[in-house]
Protein backbone atom coordinates (compact mmCIF):
# COMPACT_ATOMS: atom_id res chain seq x y z
CA UNK A 1 0.00 0.00 0.00
CA UNK A 2 1.46 3.13 -0.94
CA UNK A 3 0.66 7.13 0.59
CA UNK A 4 -2.55 8.14 1.55
CA UNK A 5 -3.68 11.30 0.28
CA UNK A 6 -6.82 13.19 0.23
CA UNK A 7 -8.60 13.06 -3.17
CA UNK A 8 -11.94 15.13 -4.18
CA UNK A 9 -13.97 14.45 -7.08
CA UNK A 10 -16.17 17.28 -9.19
CA UNK A 11 -17.97 16.96 -12.00
CA UNK A 12 -19.38 19.08 -15.12
CA UNK A 13 -22.35 17.74 -17.14
CA UNK A 14 -21.50 14.77 -16.28
CA UNK A 15 -17.86 14.81 -17.32
CA UNK A 16 -16.39 13.74 -14.20
CA UNK A 17 -12.41 14.16 -12.53
CA UNK A 18 -10.54 13.38 -9.34
CA UNK A 19 -9.16 16.63 -8.22
CA UNK A 20 -5.22 16.51 -6.97
CA UNK A 21 -4.41 19.73 -4.55
CA UNK A 22 -0.35 19.78 -5.01
CA UNK A 23 0.18 22.90 -4.47
CA UNK A 24 2.01 22.26 -1.35
CA UNK A 25 4.84 19.80 -2.91
CA UNK A 26 4.25 20.61 -6.64
CA UNK A 27 4.95 17.64 -7.66
CA UNK A 28 2.26 16.10 -10.63
CA UNK A 29 1.79 12.37 -10.47
CA UNK A 30 2.16 10.22 -13.25
CA UNK A 31 0.66 7.95 -16.28
CA UNK A 32 0.14 4.97 -13.55
CA UNK A 33 -1.71 6.78 -10.96
CA UNK A 34 -3.70 8.26 -13.26
CA UNK A 35 -5.41 5.36 -15.04
CA UNK A 36 -5.76 3.76 -11.69
CA UNK A 37 -7.65 6.79 -10.34
CA UNK A 38 -9.67 6.63 -13.31
CA UNK A 39 -10.52 3.26 -13.52
CA UNK A 40 -14.08 2.50 -12.12
CA UNK A 41 -13.84 -0.81 -11.11
CA UNK A 42 -10.51 -1.23 -9.30
CA UNK A 43 -10.22 2.52 -8.82
CA UNK A 44 -11.86 6.00 -7.94
CA UNK A 45 -13.04 6.19 -11.08
CA UNK A 46 -13.60 9.54 -13.35
CA UNK A 47 -12.79 10.72 -17.06
CA UNK A 48 -9.74 12.28 -15.42
CA UNK A 49 -7.63 13.73 -13.15
CA UNK A 50 -6.98 17.30 -12.49
CA UNK A 51 -3.49 17.85 -10.74
CA UNK A 52 -3.15 21.49 -9.20
CA UNK A 53 0.07 22.86 -9.38
CA UNK A 54 1.47 25.93 -7.97
CA UNK A 55 1.85 28.89 -10.86
CA UNK A 56 3.89 32.00 -11.38
CA UNK A 57 0.91 33.32 -13.46
CA UNK A 58 -2.83 32.89 -11.87
CA UNK A 59 -3.70 31.64 -9.24
CA UNK A 60 -2.59 27.65 -9.76
CA UNK A 61 -1.75 25.38 -12.46
CA UNK A 62 -3.81 22.92 -13.67
CA UNK A 63 -2.70 20.01 -15.68
CA UNK A 64 -5.21 17.37 -17.16
CA UNK A 65 -4.89 13.82 -16.94
CA UNK A 66 -6.89 11.39 -19.04
CA UNK A 67 -8.00 8.00 -18.67
CA UNK A 68 -5.39 6.28 -20.74
CA UNK A 69 -2.70 8.43 -19.08
CA UNK A 70 -2.26 10.73 -21.47
CA UNK A 71 -2.29 14.38 -20.84
CA UNK A 72 -4.38 16.49 -22.06
CA UNK A 73 -3.75 20.61 -22.89
CA UNK A 74 -6.78 22.11 -21.66
CA UNK A 75 -10.13 20.75 -20.66
CA UNK A 76 -13.40 23.27 -20.03
CA UNK A 77 -15.26 21.31 -17.99
CA UNK A 78 -11.95 20.55 -16.10
CA UNK A 79 -11.28 23.77 -15.85
CA UNK A 80 -14.60 24.78 -13.87
CA UNK A 81 -14.16 22.11 -11.60
CA UNK A 82 -10.21 23.56 -10.86
CA UNK A 83 -12.12 26.49 -10.40
CA UNK A 84 -14.89 25.64 -8.51
CA UNK A 85 -12.51 23.57 -6.17
CA UNK A 86 -9.98 26.71 -5.80
CA UNK A 87 -12.94 28.54 -4.65
CA UNK A 88 -14.59 25.96 -2.32
CA UNK A 89 -11.02 26.05 -0.66
CA UNK A 90 -10.59 29.63 -0.72
CA UNK A 91 -11.19 32.29 2.18
CA UNK A 92 -13.35 34.35 0.40
CA UNK A 93 -15.91 34.81 -2.84
CA UNK A 94 -13.68 36.08 -5.70
CA UNK A 95 -15.23 37.50 -8.45
CA UNK A 96 -11.99 36.08 -11.07
CA UNK A 97 -9.73 33.80 -11.17
CA UNK A 98 -6.80 33.28 -14.04
CA UNK A 99 -5.63 29.78 -14.04
CA UNK A 100 -2.67 28.74 -15.64
CA UNK A 101 -3.39 25.62 -18.65
CA UNK A 102 -1.48 23.87 -21.43
CA UNK A 103 -3.45 26.42 -23.59
CA UNK A 104 -2.19 29.66 -21.46
CA UNK A 105 -3.37 31.37 -18.35
CA UNK A 106 -7.31 31.83 -18.95
CA UNK A 107 -9.59 33.94 -16.96
CA UNK A 108 -12.59 32.47 -15.16
CA UNK A 109 -15.90 33.94 -13.72
CA UNK A 110 -17.63 31.80 -10.87
CA UNK A 111 -20.95 32.01 -10.86
CA UNK A 112 -22.31 31.72 -7.27
CA UNK A 113 -25.91 30.14 -5.73
CA UNK A 114 -26.80 28.28 -2.84
CA UNK A 115 -23.21 25.30 -1.78
CA UNK A 116 -21.32 28.28 -3.72
CA UNK A 117 -20.12 28.23 -7.20
CA UNK A 118 -22.36 26.97 -9.14
CA UNK A 119 -21.40 27.55 -12.90
CA UNK A 120 -18.41 28.90 -14.37
CA UNK A 121 -17.89 31.95 -17.35
CA UNK A 122 -14.45 31.17 -18.94
CA UNK A 123 -12.37 32.45 -21.50
CA UNK A 124 -11.08 29.57 -23.49
CA UNK A 125 -8.57 31.51 -25.17
CA UNK A 126 -8.41 31.92 -29.62
CA UNK A 127 -9.47 28.92 -31.61
CA UNK A 128 -6.77 28.37 -34.11
CA UNK A 129 -7.25 27.03 -37.39
CA UNK A 130 -3.39 26.68 -38.27
CA UNK A 131 -1.60 24.76 -35.22
CA UNK A 132 1.04 22.07 -35.12
CA UNK A 133 -1.69 19.77 -33.66
CA UNK A 134 -3.73 19.97 -36.79
CA UNK A 135 -3.32 19.21 -40.71
CA UNK A 136 -2.77 22.30 -41.27
CA UNK A 137 0.30 22.35 -39.35
CA UNK A 138 1.83 20.36 -42.48
CA UNK A 139 0.43 22.65 -45.06
CA UNK A 140 -0.16 25.79 -43.12
CA UNK A 141 -3.53 25.98 -44.71
CA UNK A 142 -6.58 25.50 -42.23
CA UNK A 143 -8.47 22.39 -42.98
CA UNK A 144 -12.56 23.60 -43.03
CA UNK A 145 -15.01 21.78 -44.72
CA UNK A 146 -12.80 19.29 -46.42
CA UNK A 147 -12.86 15.90 -47.35
CA UNK A 148 -11.09 13.48 -45.22
CA UNK A 149 -7.99 11.85 -46.30
CA UNK A 150 -8.57 8.00 -45.86
CA UNK A 151 -12.76 9.02 -45.43
CA UNK A 152 -13.89 10.62 -48.77
CA UNK A 153 -17.33 10.46 -47.86
CA UNK A 154 -16.40 12.61 -44.44
CA UNK A 155 -16.59 16.45 -44.54
CA UNK A 156 -14.43 18.11 -42.07
CA UNK A 157 -13.25 21.50 -39.99
CA UNK A 158 -10.02 20.85 -37.73
CA UNK A 159 -9.76 23.36 -34.58
CA UNK A 160 -7.74 23.28 -32.31
CA UNK A 161 -8.91 24.94 -28.95
CA UNK A 162 -5.01 24.20 -27.63
CA UNK A 163 -6.03 20.74 -27.82
CA UNK A 164 -7.23 19.25 -31.67
CA UNK A 165 -10.24 18.79 -32.17
CA UNK A 166 -11.87 17.08 -35.85
CA UNK A 167 -15.50 18.10 -36.35
CA UNK A 168 -18.13 16.15 -38.27
CA UNK A 169 -21.03 18.64 -38.93
CA UNK A 170 -24.21 17.03 -40.20
CA UNK A 171 -23.00 13.29 -39.06
CA UNK A 172 -24.96 11.04 -37.42
CA UNK A 173 -24.87 10.80 -33.82
CA UNK A 174 -24.73 7.25 -33.44
CA UNK A 175 -21.91 7.06 -35.52
CA UNK A 176 -19.24 8.14 -32.61
CA UNK A 177 -18.95 4.83 -31.23
CA UNK A 178 -17.89 3.35 -34.61
CA UNK A 179 -15.60 6.13 -36.34
CA UNK A 180 -14.20 7.87 -33.11
CA UNK A 181 -11.58 5.27 -32.17
CA UNK A 182 -10.72 5.17 -36.09
CA UNK A 183 -10.52 8.46 -36.17
CA UNK A 184 -8.53 9.59 -32.81
CA UNK A 185 -5.40 8.53 -34.45
CA UNK A 186 -5.94 9.97 -37.90
CA UNK A 187 -2.70 10.35 -39.53
CA UNK A 188 -3.40 14.09 -40.16
CA UNK A 189 -2.94 14.66 -36.50
CA UNK A 190 0.44 14.23 -34.66
CA UNK A 191 -1.21 14.05 -31.48
CA UNK A 192 -4.25 12.39 -31.98
CA UNK A 193 -7.45 14.30 -31.88
CA UNK A 194 -10.79 14.51 -30.28
CA UNK A 195 -13.69 13.88 -32.72
CA UNK A 196 -17.20 15.56 -32.73
CA UNK A 197 -20.79 14.44 -34.19
CA UNK A 198 -22.86 17.30 -34.87
CA UNK A 199 -26.30 17.69 -35.52
CA UNK A 200 -26.84 21.53 -36.08
CA UNK A 201 -29.96 22.66 -35.05
CA UNK A 202 -32.06 26.15 -35.85
CA UNK A 203 -31.11 26.85 -32.36
CA UNK A 204 -27.86 25.65 -31.91
CA UNK A 205 -25.82 22.38 -31.92
CA UNK A 206 -26.27 18.75 -30.68
CA UNK A 207 -23.08 16.97 -29.95
CA UNK A 208 -21.68 13.84 -29.05
CA UNK A 209 -17.35 13.44 -28.60
CA UNK A 210 -15.17 10.95 -28.64
CA UNK A 211 -12.50 12.46 -26.46
CA UNK A 212 -8.96 11.77 -27.33
CA UNK A 213 -7.28 9.35 -24.15
CA UNK A 214 -11.13 8.72 -22.63
CA UNK A 215 -13.58 7.43 -25.60
CA UNK A 216 -16.97 8.55 -25.30
CA UNK A 217 -17.86 11.34 -22.63
CA UNK A 218 -20.85 12.97 -21.24
CA UNK A 219 -19.42 16.01 -22.18
CA UNK A 220 -16.14 18.22 -22.97
CA UNK A 221 -16.04 22.16 -23.26
CA UNK A 222 -13.19 22.03 -25.78
CA UNK A 223 -14.62 19.89 -28.05
CA UNK A 224 -18.35 21.95 -27.55
CA UNK A 225 -16.08 25.28 -28.29
CA UNK A 226 -14.33 23.28 -31.32
CA UNK A 227 -18.10 22.75 -33.01
CA UNK A 228 -19.27 26.07 -32.39
CA UNK A 229 -16.82 27.47 -34.38
CA UNK A 230 -17.13 25.09 -37.42
CA UNK A 231 -20.88 26.24 -37.53
CA UNK A 232 -20.17 29.49 -37.51
CA UNK A 233 -17.67 29.32 -39.74
CA UNK A 234 -19.48 27.14 -42.16
CA UNK A 235 -22.27 30.12 -41.72
CA UNK A 236 -23.98 27.54 -40.01
CA UNK A 237 -25.32 30.04 -36.88
CA UNK A 238 -24.36 33.60 -36.25
CA UNK A 239 -21.22 34.60 -34.29
CA UNK A 240 -21.10 36.82 -31.30
CA UNK A 241 -24.19 35.04 -29.72
CA UNK A 242 -24.39 32.76 -26.95
CA UNK A 243 -24.88 29.14 -29.02
CA UNK A 244 -26.55 26.12 -26.81
CA UNK A 245 -24.40 23.55 -27.52
CA UNK A 246 -26.37 20.05 -25.85
CA UNK A 247 -23.74 16.92 -25.18
CA UNK A 248 -25.22 13.83 -23.51
CA UNK A 249 -24.83 15.07 -20.01
CA UNK A 250 -26.44 18.49 -20.90
CA UNK A 251 -26.16 22.04 -22.56
CA UNK A 252 -23.01 24.69 -22.34
CA UNK A 253 -23.44 27.89 -23.64
CA UNK A 254 -21.08 29.08 -26.44
CA UNK A 255 -20.29 32.87 -27.53
CA UNK A 256 -17.96 32.69 -31.03
CA UNK A 257 -16.36 35.85 -31.95
CA UNK A 258 -16.11 36.88 -35.73
CA UNK A 259 -12.30 37.49 -35.06
CA UNK A 260 -11.85 33.69 -33.15
CA UNK A 261 -9.98 35.94 -31.30
CA UNK A 262 -11.73 34.68 -27.37
CA UNK A 263 -14.14 31.78 -26.96
CA UNK A 264 -15.86 32.03 -24.46
CA UNK A 265 -17.75 29.17 -22.42
CA UNK A 266 -20.73 29.13 -19.78
CA UNK A 267 -21.68 26.20 -18.05
CA UNK A 268 -22.19 24.57 -14.16
CA UNK A 269 -20.77 22.63 -12.18
CA UNK A 270 -21.10 20.53 -8.65
CA UNK A 271 -18.72 19.02 -5.94
CA UNK A 272 -19.65 15.42 -5.86
CA UNK A 273 -17.21 13.63 -2.48
CA UNK A 274 -14.00 13.72 -1.02
CA UNK A 275 -12.20 11.36 0.78
CA UNK A 276 -8.99 9.29 1.22
CA UNK A 277 -7.16 6.73 -0.85
CA UNK A 278 -4.00 5.01 -0.90
CA UNK A 279 -2.16 5.63 -3.64
CA UNK A 280 -0.95 2.35 -5.77
CA UNK A 281 2.52 1.31 -4.58
CA UNK A 282 5.44 2.49 -7.35
CA UNK A 283 6.68 -0.60 -9.11
Given at each position: MGPRERIFKYQGLGNDFVVLDRRRTGVDIDATTAQWMCDRRLGIGADGVLAILPSAYGVARMVVHNADGSI???CGNGLRCAVKYLVDHSADNPGRLDVETGAGVLTCIPGYGDGGVIGVDISMGPARL???????????????????????????????????????????????????????RHPSFPDRTNVEFVRVDEDGLTVVVWERGCGLTQACGTGACASAVAAVLAKRLPQDA?????????????????????????????????GVVALPSPR
Amino acid sequence: MGPRERIFKYQGLGNDFVVLDRRRTGVDIDATTAQWMCDRRLGIGADGVLAILPSAYGVARMVVHNADGSIAEMCGNGLRCAVKYLVDHSADNPGRLDVETGAGVLTCIPGYGDGGVIGVDISMGPARLVAPNLPSGSTGKPFLDQPLPGYPQLRAHAVSMGNPHLVLLDQPLDDAPRLGPELERHPSFPDRTNVEFVRVDEDGLTVVVWERGCGLTQACGTGACASAVAAVLAKRLPQDAWLRVTLPGGDLRIRVPGDLSDIRLRGPVAFVFEGVVALPSPR
